[in-house]
């Protein structure tokens, strides 16, 4: 068996991201045929006790068909009511389309909001545990319509890493409408599909331009830094054609389709992901040598003594990044001290923290418990 069979094989818990253009008709209607696909595929991944959350785009193309905008809307308040109308069809395709195998369609509209606070987080995760116990589909979107400038997610790619990111799977798929990352551009012939990336480097963006996709948000940019997102906290990534009627099949049947990119580690625990990876960090401690080494390497706690420099401005509780002396990010943490207490006790040893501070106080700066090491 190949290592990309006995991947797929193993793959229990599965996210599958649908881009704009694969359910698009190339009159931009939503195809119910590729829907009706869909369903019927991921019916046979469910029936082999795989777990499938669906993030599917395509909410505001539809709605722009069914307003009648032939342009995708510049302004934010067009392009979320495209959204608003074109959702409702969107999970009625699927809704009807899933009925035929016994499944509901269960809808989960989310922002970036959702994702940092930790009663939030919590919560999806259980909604999507239980729907789990149901004959259900969970299929998930952005909340277009409450998402403005500052707490939009962005793309779709990005939301689907961070749900494969929220429930540990195995494996993302993201469906797109070309074969995979290819080495070069898209409408270059001599252009070949990787069918492996081992490990992903920062080589691999320069492949492919500032990139964009005609009716959606996304493009290979976003899907490279989706599959980063996802491969560096344990999660296989496969990029394929959606437009390929039997991909899903295909895929688990271990065929040379799409490109694979293999996770970076072993699945890194659920509390270490949302730290490390999921909340945006609010400030920097800058660390010395010494101090870098012991987190790094030798799995310590961070001791303010070897904290040089405090920036940003933080509340007790919050993500902060660990910077070495050049700047560069290896580690994050949950301070146990806001920013104007952290700058105090800087560079001082725990007596001397006392004497400032006097009973209360902590021993570190960042437990263990709470620090996730990036590099
Ligand atoms: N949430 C958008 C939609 O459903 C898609 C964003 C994207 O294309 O990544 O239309």
Known sequence: MSPRQELVRRARTIVVKVGTNVLSTDDDRLDSDRIASLAEQIRRLVESGRKVVLVSSGAIGAGMGLLGLRERPKDLSHLQAAAATGQAHLIHLYDKHLRPHGFHAAQLLLTANDFKSRARYLNVRNTLLTLAEFPTVPIVNENDTVSTEEIKLGDNDRLAAMVANLIRADLLIVLSVVDGLLTGDPTDPASRRIPLVERFD??????????????????????????????????????????????????????????????????VPAWKRWIGYTLPPKGKLVLDDGARRAVEQQGKSLLAIGVTAVEGDFEKGEVVSLVDLRGEEFARGLTNYDSGTAGRVAGKRADEISALLGAMRYDEVIHRDNLVVRS
Do not use: C, H, Y
């Open 202 to 267: 920062e080589e691999l963006m320069s492949l492919v331009g500032a990139s964009k996709s005609s009716r959606g948000t996304g493009g290979m940019r976003t899907k490279l830094e989706a599959v980063q997102t996802a491969t560096a906290v344990g999660t296989n990534v496969m990029i394929a054609n959606g437009k390929r009627p039997q991909i899903l099949d295909e895929i688990f049947a271990g065929e040379d389709v799409g490109t694979l990119f293999l996770a970076e580690q072993e699945a």
